[in-house]
């Protein structure tokens, strides 16, 4: 039997490891750790960048790699989101924010699906640097907004609970419609010589933000994306004409 590469098996443990995250957060919703479980759900995401760079740059694609990426992203982004909003702002006394949370994990589910099965249209897209509709990690992170607007003060989900369902139910949404969306993924395989100190400026300066003002930082982080959808909508059909 041939014994399998140390090299090739670097991007599946770094999926497994961000699933562990995933479940982690799972964990952590249950005894009302709001703040460790979004930590967790965020590492996660960290892990989802990684092992696909890691992929790449190995020359490690594999199909069961490609399998664990996909249920990894369904519980991380899917499911542990939606028990972590369910337990911490969602009105559990109406059947509407429950219709809500299912509805989001059933189109993280779907999109996933959809995604395995025919990839010929998100892979155009990627192509000219957009995703079509919300990938999960995105949609994760928009349903988790309201959560880190609690954390510093903006408490609209609790307040307005009609509201947040149907702003959870707009995210599910997007995560299914054929709506362009920039591709953080092809932003960064397009950066050249000519840009690069710009870039590791800005990610040095990003991750000093992130680790002294988390919760202001992603809050702007979401802010910023729900605001660039018209805009990945115009260029991207612009540029198709």
């Known amino acids: 039997m041939k014994r399998l590469k140390i090299k090739l098996m670097i991007p599946s443990l770094i999926t497994l490891t961000g699933l562990s995250f995933g479940i982690s957060s799972i964990r952590f ?3 009302e750790e709001f703040k460790i479980a979004l930590i967790c759900i965020l590492i996660a995401s960290v892990c989802d960048v990684l092992d696909g760079l890691f992929s790449r740059l190995l020359k490690a694609e594999s199909d069961i790699g490609a399998e664990l990426d996909s249920l990894s992203d369904f519980l991380c982004f899917g499911v542990a989101p939606g028990i972590l909003l369910f337990f911490g702002l969602i009105d559990q006394q109406t059947i509407w924010g429950y219709i809500s949370i299912a509805g989001y994990i059933i189109f993280s589910c779907i999109r996933l699906a959809i995604f395995n099965i ?3 249209t998100n892979v155009l897209a990627e192509h000219r640097g957009y995703f079509m509709g919300i990938p999960t990690p995105g949609g994760a992170g928009l349903i988790l907004l309201p959560f880190i607007h609690s954390f510093l003060g903006f408490n609209w989900g609790i307040d307005h609970p009609q509201i947040l369902n149907g702003y ?3 995210v599910g949404l997007f995560l299914i419609i054929r709506m362009p969306t920039f591709s953080s993924k092809q932003i960064l395989l397009s950066i050249n010589k000519k840009i690069y100190l710009r870039f590791f400026f800005g990610f040095v300066l990003s991750v000093l933000l992130l680790i002294n003002f988390i919760w202001q930082f992603l809050s702007v982080l979401g802010l910023v994306y ?3 959808f018209p ?3 115009y260029f991207y059909y612009r540029a198709k004409s």
């Open 29 to 31: 919703a249950f005894f």
């Open 231 to 233: 805009f990945s909508i």
């Open 168 to 170: 959870v139910a707009c």
């Open 226 to 228: 729900i605001f660039s």
């Open 118 to 120: 025919d990839q010929s």
